[in-house]
């Protein structure tokens, strides 16, 4: 039983984060992109710091470890990412984005390779970069009629992804003693901070520029309490009873809430160009984790009980 309720909650996490993207497709048709993801993450840092006091876990950082992890982690994933990747859905739907993202997991390796030598840079490796990186060229489409917005959006993105992930290399060998709910409810307050920052070092993004109306209110509530604060809840959850290659395919799960969402709120279709480069991302990850995910599977076997013989 407690399988099909960790499958429930991994199906409930990319429910809730695919359709995160349709809700900011929602919220930019009134919002500006930074001001828009700083009061996103505003929302989600206060309920997590109502949810770490009511629970009464220790909150202070107390060693060096808790405040790299903190910051770097806030600044990155947080903040930086979520900079790019708002401003990139100014150009491409959310299905788009979310297929995007998959390229965490298939850069991950690469850049972890960067700057650390015990990690080995295998040919699996190098083969799952070049299949991620032809799945941005082919969700691209570069052509003379469409080197614009379509190409913007796909940069931004694809920029996004990478902080993410650079986040998650230099965060790799940090052990912070700070539980997990209040590491998250830190992190959010350090990705709001810079995302406020952002918005007057950026032009154009101005919290002057919004237009409050209920659809953007509903879109920075939803973004904020359920996929910000609740969805992150939920991912270290999943974390912690499946352990990191399980969990990263959700990645690739996402984009069909994504779609679905766009599809059946906002109209949204989804172009042949990107299913293709899902694909490519999706073959690529697969090669540059084929080993771990071939030990995840005779781990997950021989975990698995026999069945009595009638």
Do not use: C
Not at 139 to 147: F, V
Not at 296 to 305: M, S, W
Request: aromatic fraction near 12%; hydrophobic fraction near 60%; charged fraction near 10%.
């Amino acid at each position: 039983m407690s399988r099909y309720r960790t499958a429930g909650k991994y199906l409930l996490l990319a429910a809730i984060w695919g359709t995160a993207f349709m809700a900011t497709d929602v919220g930019l048709a009134d919002l500006p992109a930074v001001p828009f993801a700083a009061m996103r993450f505003d929302v989600a840092a206060v309920l997590l710091f109502a949810a770490v006091v009511a629970s009464g876990t220790e909150f202070r950082p107390q060693t060096r470890d808790d405040y790299a992890y903190v910051l770097v982690g806030g600044t990155l994933m947080i903040g930086v990412h979520h900079a790019f990747l708002f401003a990139g859905q100014q150009y491409v739907t959310g299905g788009v984005a979310a297929v995007l993202l998959g390229l965490i997991p298939v850069v991950t390796p690469a850049l972890t390779r960067l700057v650390s030598t015990d990690e080995e840079f295998t040919a699996a490796t190098a083969l799952g970069v070049v299949l991620g990186f032809a799945g941005v060229v082919v969700i691209a489409d570069p052509n003379p009629s469409n080197l614009g917005d379509s190409a913007v959006g796909v940069a931004l993105v694809f920029a996004s992804a990478l902080a993410f992930a650079l986040a998650a290399v230099l965060t790799h060998s940090r052990d912070p003693s700070l539980p997990f709910l209040a590491t998250q409810a830190w992190m959010m307050v350090v990705g709001a901070v810079v995302l406020h920052v952002a918005v007057f070092a950026l032009p154009g993004q101005s919290f002057a520029a919004a237009t409050w109306n209920p659809s953007a209110l509903a879109a920075i509530a939803y973004l904020g309490a359920v996929a910000g604060a609740g969805g992150f809840l939920l991912y270290f959850v999943l974390l912690d009873s499946l352990g990191p290659i399980e969990i990263s395919f959700i990645e690739y799960v996402i984009p069909v809430f994504a779609a679905l969402a766009g599809w059946l709120v906002l109209g949204q279709d989804v172009t042949a160009t990107t299913a293709t480069g899902f694909v490519f991302i999706l073959a690529g990850f697969l090669a540059a984790k084929y080993h771990a995910i071939r030990a995840e599977l005779r781990r997950f076997a021989d975990a698995t009980p026999s069945q009595p013989a009638d």
